[in-house]
């Protein structure tokens, strides 16, 4: 292994020992200095022959400050090990490194901390060598520690004496510094050494004698021939000191308390800048800094794994998917001390060689990420479109094609087989074990304990045999905060609550709903139950209307929607299904019912439909079940079925009581079923490593930004406000998955709009489209056109990338959606895709507009030329009537409202007035 690394071995036991000078991780920060501070006391201690200790006295105590777990011990013991090194051997020939001291082995009978740094001397092993190869010193030795000895015991008993042996006692407490200076002198002097360097461990760690403890350091181990290095958590220290300063000045009078704590604390300030100076004080690092620096690597029986930057880069983007931190997004890795980053090491041993070689090897931790989420793509592609993307963005030049050129030429050539490996033999579910067995035993652990609960239940959900399923993929507490009281999550930090709830929900709801929130506290934060936004009574008849089972019944009140879906009884169906998904129907008891609007099903069908391959099943309990995350889902105490309805009295209708008759809406989950099998199987869905807290992080900005608890009295009243709502769901949620997504993993800035989102109409032009989605999906031409190619850099690119935002832009839910709000709404909506358009797409589209990209190819004009009622007239100068008559048939099935067919029908009127 290398001399200027650093390395953790992850197959060792746990042991502060580590005879490997290349194991020894704070050197810059902690060994190096302290190997200074040790010259220096040298040539004090060279300085200080022949000198009484009152010409020598000074506090020079080393202070290496640590919280639990930063590895202080393992400096202590492998001291030596670091000054054994060629530049520091000629320090090591003249001092003698004592085993570290341990305060804690005080018994209750005793009192001074000296009895054990004398007994540690005394027990050395060089020490005891020493004696016995000369006994002349030997002897001296004994005499000197007989005077310390003596002196100790009239400290220890002058209590107890008066008169004149308590003036002795007195003498003979004034002579121990001394008596302890010669003991240390004489020590030396048998080992034939200049300094005796003793490590006190843990000195605020037996916490009733830690200011005795340090008051030992202050009065008798200010002697040259000593240098102690005490190590402790100084924030520790202060509390001890003041308080026993504190303690001191209150014991006869409790006068001005407030005082007397400011007193306090200044005085244990000027206390331990005495006993600790300032300028030998020195400070472990926080084990974030060696997750950062690429010199620490990975070893396992003497072979170097990885770095440590790639291992924690991987570690995030496993747990947390490709987020970019913003809005909170950031998964802070449980990972508090170096003991615990250690032990972590430790338990995934066995799995870390197996990690594939673009993990282990990249340059970079970005790198690391970026292999992981795409690893069929050469980093040279990313850093060309970085590159080119920032160009132009500086260059405030909004037209970034040439960057998805440039990644589109860099990703045709191949990864290279010595680093493209086969991604999915890494045995994720053997991560999840391992890792999940490490952080459910860390107090800080609960989020990514959270985390890969979820993943469990996702793999027993996705894995589960058809027809077998039972429950959501949201059924895992991850989403369901009121779990979080449950013994085995009481381990865990807890910061939030949700007392807002009953607050803010308490005029809506019946009280009792959410009874027990009182001090319920939560691992992570969590939006607003939603009760959902109240309707008037005819939006209520409609919503009932498109659940009966009579398609004619359907169609006649959808009818009051748009003709153009009324007529068309597939149209109906979608319409009827995304209506339904919205719709939720209360009962508080039998005198109020009311029907509102949730978003959660919706929400959950994409939810569902990313995470694996759904069933019909799946779509019918999600239609019927109390949508996710409703103030009727989290309140286990009501349950109201299809058939309460009826027992509280509304009639049931004769058509839903036919046998014969098939449900519409069973007939449009059949379609949405086929179309989300489609979009799977056409995206690779089930390739894609779907990480929970990245829709954890989506589910909390969706239902905080469009998640609806305020009554609408007046405004709720049409099937397009309700729609609305339905487009609403999908384009709030594919917007929060940008949000989060894009950013430098992906070649991308940083830069996305949080501005609310309350419309569905003119979405493309939207900031939520402009600025989160769009730099990852293509736009609505470019998918009825994916030949085109513009369109195919970028699917190319957002193929590659594997971004959930890019799978988003080709839904059904989003075609669905579109479909219908075009038909009821007009041109605020891009025409829905179908096989024509598609089969007359024409390479030079570029950016115009379907519609116009459409009749161009039919008519074979230039599409970047401006399309006019002249240049139509020419096209067609030698058409028939009936060419003439199917072409403006043709346009009105596909694009009835846009703007260029009324340039067509101009035409046509000018060459055939007679019919048109």
Same mark, same amino acid.
């Given at each position: 292994?290398?001399?200027?690394?650093?390395?953790?071995?992850?197959? /060792?036991?746990?042991?502060?020992?580590?005879?490997?000078?290349?194991?020894?991780?704070?050197?810059?920060?902690?060994?190096?200095?302290?190997?200074? %501070?040790?010259?220096?006391? #040298?040539?004090?201690?060279?300085?200080?022959?022949?000198?009484? #200790?009152?010409?020598?006295?000074?506090?020079?105590?080393?202070?290496?400050?640590?919280?639990?777990?930063?590895?202080?011990?393992?400096?202590?013991?492998?001291?030596?090990?670091?000054?054994?090194?060629?530049?520091?051997?000629?320090?090591?020939?003249?001092?003698?490194?004592?085993?570290?001291?341990?305060?804690?082995?005080?018994?209750?009978?005793?009192?001074?901390?000296?009895?054990?740094?004398?007994?540690?001397?005394? !027990?050395?092993?060089?020490?005891?060598?020493?004696?016995?190869?000369?006994?002349?010193?030997?002897?001296?030795?004994?005499?000197?520690?007989?005077?310390?000895?003596?002196?100790?015991?009239?400290?220890?008993?002058?209590?107890?004496?008066?008169?004149?042996?308590?003036?002795?006692?007195?003498?003979?407490?004034?002579?121990?510094?001394?008596?302890?200076?010669?003991?240390?002198?004489?020590?030396?002097?048998?080992?034939?050494?200049?300094?005796?360097?003793?490590?006190?461990?843990?000195?605020?760690?037996?916490?009733?004698?830690?200011?005795?403890?340090?008051?030992?350091?202050?009065?008798?181990?200010?002697?040259?021939?000593?240098?102690?290095?005490?190590?402790?958590?100084?924030?520790?220290?202060?509390?001890?000191?003041?308080?026993?300063?504190?303690?001191?000045?209150?014991?006869?009078?409790?006068?001005?308390?407030? +005082?007397?704590?400011?007193?306090? $604390?200044?005085?244990?300030?000027?206390?331990? *800048?005495?006993?600790?100076?300032?300028?030998? *004080?020195?400070?472990?690092?926080?084990?974030?800094?060696?997750?950062?620096?690429?010199?620490?690597?990975?070893?396992?029986?003497?072979?170097?794994?990885?770095?440590?930057?790639?291992? @924690?880069?991987?570690?995030?983007?496993?747990?947390?998917?490709?987020?970019?931190?913003?809005?909170?997004?950031?998964?802070? #890795?449980?990972?508090?001390?170096?003991?615990?980053?250690?032990?972590?090491?430790?338990?995934?041993?066995?799995?870390?060689?197996?990690?594939?070689?673009?993990?282990?090897?990249?340059?970079?931790?970005?790198?690391?990420?970026?292999?992981?989420?795409?690893?069929?793509?050469?980093?040279?592609?990313?850093?060309?479109?970085?590159?080119?993307?920032?160009?132009?963005?500086? +260059?405030?030049?909004?037209?970034?094609? &040439?960057?998805?050129?440039?990644?589109?030429?860099?990703?045709?050539?191949?990864?290279?087989?010595?680093?493209?490996?086969?991604?999915?033999?890494?045995?994720?579910?053997?991560?999840?074990?391992?890792?999940?067995?490490?952080?459910?035993?860390?107090?800080?652990?609960?989020?990514?304990?959270?985390?890969?609960?979820?993943?469990?239940?996702?793999?027993?959900?996705?894995?589960?045999?058809?027809?077998?399923?039972?429950?959501?993929?949201?059924?895992?507490?991850?989403?369901?905060?009121?779990?979080?009281?449950?013994?085995?999550? =009481?381990?865990?930090?807890?910061?939030?609550?949700?007392?807002?709830?009953?607050?803010?929900?308490?005029?809506?709801?019946?009280?009792?709903?959410?009874?027990?929130?009182?001090?319920?506290?939560?691992?992570?934060?969590?939006? #607003?139950?939603?009760?959902?936004?109240?309707?008037?009574?005819?939006?209520?008849?409609?919503?009932?209307?498109?659940?009966?089972?009579?398609?004619?019944?359907? %169609?006649?009140?959808?009818?009051?929607?748009?003709? +153009?879906?009324?007529?068309?009884?597939?149209?109906?169906?979608?319409?009827?299904?995304?209506?339904?998904?919205?719709?939720?129907?209360?009962?508080?008891?039998?005198?109020?019912?009311?029907?509102?609007?949730? @978003?959660?099903?919706?929400?959950?069908?994409?939810?569902?439909?990313?995470?694996?391959?759904?069933?019909?099943?799946?779509?019918?309990?999600?239609?019927?079940?109390?949508?996710?995350?409703?103030?009727?889902?989290?309140?286990?105490?009501?349950?109201?079925?299809?058939?309460?309805?009826?027992?509280?009295?509304?009639?049931?209708?004769?058509?839903?009581?036919?046998?014969?008759?098939?449900?519409?809406? +069973?007939?449009?989950? $059949?379609?949405?079923?086929?179309?989300?099998?489609?979009?799977?199987?056409? !995206?690779?869905?089930?390739?894609?490593?779907?990480?929970?807290?990245?829709?954890?992080?989506?589910?909390?900005?969706?239902?905080? /930004?469009?998640?609806?608890?305020?009554?609408?009295?007046?405004?709720?009243?049409?099937?397009?406000?309700?729609?609305?709502?339905?487009?609403?769901?999908?384009?709030?949620?594919?917007?929060?998955?940008?949000?989060?997504?894009?950013?430098?993993?992906?070649?991308?800035?940083?830069?996305?709009?949080?501005?609310?989102?309350?419309?569905?109409?003119?979405?493309?032009?939207?900031?939520?489209?402009?600025?989160?989605?769009?730099?990852?999906?293509?736009?609505?031409?470019?998918?009825?056109?994916?030949?085109?190619?513009?369109?195919?850099?970028?699917? =190319?690119?957002?193929?590659?990338?594997?971004?959930?935002?890019?799978?988003?832009?080709? !839904?059904?839910? *989003?075609?669905?959606?579109?479909?219908?709000?075009?038909?009821?709404?007009?041109?605020?909506? /891009?025409?829905?895709?179908?096989?024509?358009?598609?089969?007359?797409?024409?390479?030079?589209?570029?950016?115009?507009?379907?519609?116009?990209?459409?009749?161009?190819?039919?008519?074979?004009?230039?599409?970047?030329?401006?399309?006019?009622?002249?240049?139509?007239?020419?096209?067609?100068?030698?058409?028939? $009537?009936?060419?003439?008559?199917?072409?403006?048939?043709?346009?009105?099935?596909?694009? &009835?409202?846009?703007?260029?067919?009324?340039?067509?029908?101009?035409?046509?009127?000018?060459?055939?007035?007679?019919?048109?």
């Amino acid at each position: 292994m290398t001399q200027n690394k650093r390395y953790i071995p992850i197959d /060792a036991v746990e042991s502060a020992v580590l005879p490997d000078a290349n194991t020894l991780l704070p050197r810059d920060e902690v060994y190096e200095p302290l190997a200074q %501070m040790i010259k220096e006391a #040298l040539e004090k201690a060279e300085a200080a022959k022949g000198k009484s #200790l009152n010409q020598l006295r000074e506090h020079n105590a080393i202070s290496i400050d640590g919280a639990r777990g930063t590895g202080k011990t393992a400096v202590l013991v492998n001291l030596k090990s670091y000054l054994n090194q060629d530049k520091h051997k000629d320090i090591l020939n003249k001092v003698h490194i004592l085993d570290p001291v341990d305060p804690t082995l005080l018994e209750n009978g005793e009192s001074l901390f000296l009895h054990i740094i004398v007994a540690a001397v005394l !027990h050395d092993n060089e020490v005891k060598e020493a004696q016995r190869k000369d006994p002349n010193k030997a002897r001296h030795l004994n005499q000197t520690l007989e005077k310390l000895a003596h002196s100790l015991e009239s400290v220890e008993t002058q209590q107890e004496r008066h008169g004149m042996d308590k003036v002795r006692a007195m003498y003979s407490n004034k002579q121990l510094a001394d008596c302890v200076q010669d003991f240390f002198r004489e020590v030396l002097g048998l080992l034939g050494k200049q300094l005796l360097i003793l490590p006190i461990d843990d000195v605020d760690t037996s916490l009733n004698r830690a200011f005795e403890n340090l008051e030992i350091v202050r009065r008798y181990l200010a002697t040259p021939y000593v240098l102690p290095i005490i190590c402790g958590d100084r924030s520790l220290y202060d509390e001890i000191t003041w308080r026993d300063f504190h303690g001191r000045l209150t014991k006869d009078s409790k006068h001005l308390s407030e +005082d007397a704590y400011e007193r306090a $604390v200044e005085l244990a300030v000027e206390y331990q *800048r005495k006993i600790l100076p300032f300028p030998r *004080r020195l400070t472990m690092p926080d084990v974030s800094k060696y997750c950062e620096n690429s010199e620490i690597r990975l070893s396992r029986e003497g072979n170097e794994a990885m770095p440590l930057p790639n291992f @924690i880069a991987w570690l995030e983007i496993f747990l947390a998917g490709p987020v970019n931190g913003l809005g909170d997004s950031h998964l802070s #890795l449980p990972i508090p001390s170096m003991r615990a980053l250690t032990q972590l090491l430790n338990q995934c041993r066995q799995l870390i060689p197996a990690l594939p070689k673009g993990i282990r090897e990249a340059d970079t931790p970005l790198q690391v990420k970026r292999a992981w989420q795409m690893p069929d793509v050469p980093e040279k592609a990313i850093e060309e479109f970085e590159r080119e993307y920032q160009k132009r963005h500086v +260059d405030e030049k909004r037209a970034y094609g &040439p960057a998805y050129v440039k990644f589109y030429d860099f990703a045709k050539q191949s990864v290279s087989a010595d680093v493209k490996e086969n991604w999915s033999s890494v045995d994720r579910q053997a991560w999840i074990f391992n890792l999940d067995k490490h952080f459910s035993s860390e107090p800080t652990g609960g989020p990514a304990h959270l985390v890969l609960q979820a993943r469990l239940h996702w793999h027993r959900w996705s894995d589960t045999l058809s027809g077998q399923r039972n429950g959501s993929v949201f059924d895992t507490p991850l989403f369901q905060p009121r779990l979080h009281d449950q013994a085995n999550y =009481q381990l865990f930090d807890k910061r939030y609550d949700l007392s807002d709830w009953g607050d803010a929900l308490r005029n809506r709801l019946p009280k009792v709903w959410f009874r027990g929130l009182e001090g319920l506290k939560t691992i992570l934060p969590y939006p #607003l139950v939603e009760v959902g936004c109240n309707i008037d009574k005819n939006l209520q008849k409609q919503l009932s209307a498109s659940r009966k089972t009579n398609p004619q019944t359907w %169609m006649s009140e959808l009818g009051k929607l748009s003709p +153009d879906v009324a007529n068309d009884e597939q149209r109906c169906r979608k319409a009827g299904l995304l209506l339904n998904l919205l719709a939720e129907h209360y009962f508080y008891k039998p005198a109020q019912r009311t029907v509102v609007l949730n @978003i959660g099903r919706i929400f959950e069908l994409i939810i569902a439909s990313l995470l694996g391959d759904v069933e019909l099943s799946d779509l019918q309990r999600i239609l019927h079940s109390a949508p996710f995350f409703s103030a009727k889902s989290q309140v286990q105490e009501i349950a109201v079925s299809e058939q309460q309805e009826n027992d509280d009295g509304e009639e049931s209708t004769d058509d839903s009581n036919n046998e014969n008759t098939v449900d519409p809406l +069973d007939l449009a989950l $059949v379609d949405l079923l086929k179309g989300i099998a489609d979009w799977r199987k056409e !995206h690779a869905i089930a390739q894609l490593d779907i990480s929970p807290w990245l829709i954890y992080k989506v589910f909390e900005k969706v239902y905080s /930004a469009i998640s609806d608890n305020k009554e609408y009295r007046n405004g709720l009243s049409n099937l397009d406000v309700a729609l609305n709502k339905a487009g609403l769901v999908f384009y709030a949620t594919w917007s929060a998955f940008g949000h989060f997504e894009k950013g430098r993993l992906f070649g991308l800035p940083e830069l996305v709009t949080g501005v609310s989102l309350r419309k569905i109409q003119n979405f493309e032009n939207n900031d939520h489209f402009r600025m989160n989605v769009g730099h990852l999906a293509p736009r609505s031409h470019q998918l009825v056109f994916p030949d085109v190619v513009t369109a195919q850099h970028r699917k =190319q690119y957002g193929a590659a990338t594997r971004s959930l935002t890019y799978v988003l832009a080709y !839904h059904p839910l *989003r075609y669905w959606i579109e479909e219908i709000s075009y038909y009821v709404c007009g041109d605020a909506f /891009a025409p829905p895709p179908s096989p024509q358009t598609q089969e007359t797409a024409d390479a030079t589209v570029g950016q115009a507009s379907v519609a116009k990209a459409w009749l161009c190819g039919k008519l074979q004009l230039d599409t970047q030329k401006r399309l006019t009622e002249a240049s139509i007239r020419m096209a067609i100068l030698n058409w028939t $009537v009936d060419e003439c008559r199917a072409l403006n048939s043709e346009m009105e099935q596909i694009y &009835p409202k846009a703007t260029e067919r009324t340039v067509l029908l101009k035409a046509l009127n000018t060459k055939l007035p007679e019919h048109f």
